[in-house]
């Protein structure tokens, strides 16, 4: 009893204290279900929606009039700046260029 009535006033709650805890579990609460309110409306309208378009459309090829222009670049020596050998182009084995 003599702790709890002289403690240090830091480790006393105040009564106004007591719901903090569970402010922060109704905030969080409240921010998963406006994220699922947003997933389900998105999910939604997909399915009354035909099929997302953006990622898989076919944009075709270039027009013909532009040149067309190729150019390899390749390094000025293809030995390894490790020394460990020679370097070999990506894609490609080592026993494939000997």
């Known amino acids: 009893m003599r702790r709890d009535k002289f403690g240090a006033k830091s480790e006393k709650l105040r009564p106004d ?12 609460q409240g921010i998963l279900d406006a994220a699922q309110e947003r997933a389900e409306a998105v999910i939604q309208s997909r399915s009354r929606s035909a099929p997302d378009q953006g990622s898989h459309r076919s944009r075709g090829c270039l ?3 532009l040149p067309r222009v190729e150019r390899i670049i390749e390094p ?23």
């Open 76 to 98: 000025a020596s293809t030995l390894c700046p490790c020394g460990c050998g020679a370097m070999t182009k990506i894609g490609t084995s080592a026993n494939a260029s000997m």
């Open 63 to 65: 027009p013909a009039h």
């Open 17 to 28: 204290q007591y719901h903090l805890p569970l402010e922060d579990v109704e905030t969080a």
